[in-house]
């Protein structure tokens, strides 16, 4: 009996045999360039060893005591071959042939030649890296970076050499940890943690990434530290306070925190009658889970009112119509209100161009959603270490940039002394 079903050649794997979207895309520029990029980097390893000993290739040291002859004088080693590398780019992969050579040293012995542009078992440039660890960051997870750059690197970029790549950021991530913080003119402190999860003892786990953002006399936010702890409890706050302050990092002259008491409680600790400002959304959202949601409509548009009026004055009398009209409808919402105290109404002892960026952390918040936004795709984290460093790489990398704060020329102002009577 004939069949007429066709067989592929068992020789070739149906997936080298088929053929994909931009396979057949020839583009003459970039085929040029790429023939080219090996003959320069030839020339350019070369003419580094010919600076090493003194002469070019093929030349001949002329005897000490002629004074005249062809070639360089005082020649330091000799050649030895070549050695074969590949080596990945920005212009894909190319196999090249690295000279050897051996060079004198003053106790009459030799020592191998090493290339400074081509480090010893390099295997990729850095600005291959750099493009790597960018994808990764733009929330792209190790295994899909294969598939994103296929086209560049022609398919020879794995997951396990993205996590390479990954970990060569951890030395920078190390040395920010421990920079010193004395010469940051901070003047202002943004304070929240976030909750993520990560994978622990091959479980996935929940922690907290306790954020802190600097303000400069300039304006300009800054992120001062990002720790992965256990939760928000006043020891884990402490923790990255005190490494703060042993950085060097000056007593700031105004607070902006989330509400939690673990970190009222550390920094009443070490900075003590610093004026705090508790984040409005925050405590709207903690209104909410004390209304009905039925009434989350006219709750949002009395707090409304009432934080963003025109002055203090009329904020406060906003407040007391706020807390006579819920205790009568809703007590659990005025009683929420009150448990804030003039926390919540401390933006006003600054000036009022500073008032919309010192009612909240949406600083933080925003670097939140941005940073969960990235890691979408991975869902759990390899470790808590890595989420610390990935939050911290979105920044350091210019993938996120942060604006200067709103007001920051009256940013000099201290804060007024005042309060607001909270009697109802």
């Not at 929940?206 to 702890?229: C, H, N, P, T, Y």
């Not at 007391?320 to 929420?336: E, G, Q, T, Y």
């Not at 009612?359 to 989420?387: G, M, W």
Request: hydrophobic share 40%; net charge positive.
């Amino acid at each position: 009996m004939t069949s007429n079903t066709t067989k592929p050649d068992s020789s070739q794997p149906a997936a080298e045999a088929a053929v994909y979207l931009f396979d057949n895309w020839f583009d003459p520029i970039e085929t040029g360039v790429r023939d080219r990029v090996r003959e320069f980097i030839h020339a350019m390893i070369e003419g580094e060893l010919d600076m090493s000993l003194s002469r070019p290739r093929y030349a001949r040291c002329a005897k000490p005591s002629s004074g005249h002859g062809e070639g360089a004088v005082g020649a330091t080693g000799h050649r030895h071959g070549h050695r074969s590398r590949s080596l990945l780019g920005s212009f894909g992969r190319v196999e090249i042939e690295v000279p050897r050579a051996r060079l004198s040293t003053p106790d009459g012995k030799t020592t191998e030649w090493k290339s400074k542009a081509l480090r010893a078992y390099q295997r990729r440039t850095l600005a291959a890296d750099a493009l790597i660890a960018g994808s990764y960051l733009a929330g792209t997870n190790t295994r899909r970076v294969r598939r994103a750059l296929a086209a560049l690197f022609g398919g020879v970029v794995g997951k396990d050499i993205v996590s390479r790549v990954w970990r060569k950021v951890k030395t920078d991530w190390d040395a920010w940890n421990a920079r010193s913080l004395a010469d940051e003119p901070i003047v202002r402190l943004i304070l929240d943690g976030t909750v993520v999860r990560v994978r622990l003892d091959r479980k996935a786990t929940s922690i907290s990434l306790l954020v802190v953002i600097g303000v400069r006399e300039d304006g300009q936010k800054v992120l001062l530290a990002i720790k992965s702890m256990g939760g928000e409890s006043t020891e884990a706050w402490r923790t990255v306070l005190d490494d703060l302050i042993k950085r060097g990092l000056r007593r700031p002259e105004f607070l902006i925190v989330d509400g939690a008491p673990g970190l009222d409680k550390a920094l009443a600790a070490v900075w003590d009658g610093v004026p705090v400002q508790r984040c409005t959304v925050h405590k709207h959202r903690n209104l909410f889970a004390h209304a009905p949601e039925r009434l989350h409509d006219e709750v949002t548009a009395d707090y409304t009112d009432m934080i963003y009026a025109a002055s203090p004055e009329e904020i406060e009398i906003r407040r007391r119509a706020f807390i006579r009209k819920w205790r009568l409808k809703h007590r659990a919402v005025a009683d929420s209100l009150e448990e804030a105290g003039d926390r919540l109404f401390t933006f006003t002892r600054l000036p009022p161009s500073q008032w919309r960026n010192a009612r909240t952390t949406n600083a933080i918040e925003r670097l939140h959603e941005e940073f969960k936004r990235r890691i979408k795709t991975q869902t759990v984290l390899p470790s808590a270490d890595t989420a610390a460093m990935l939050f911290w790489a979105l920044l350091a990398s210019g993938q996120i940039n942060m604006r200067k704060v709103d007001g920051w020329q009256t940013l000099a102002t201290k804060p007024i002394d005042q309060s607001i009577d909270l009697a109802a």
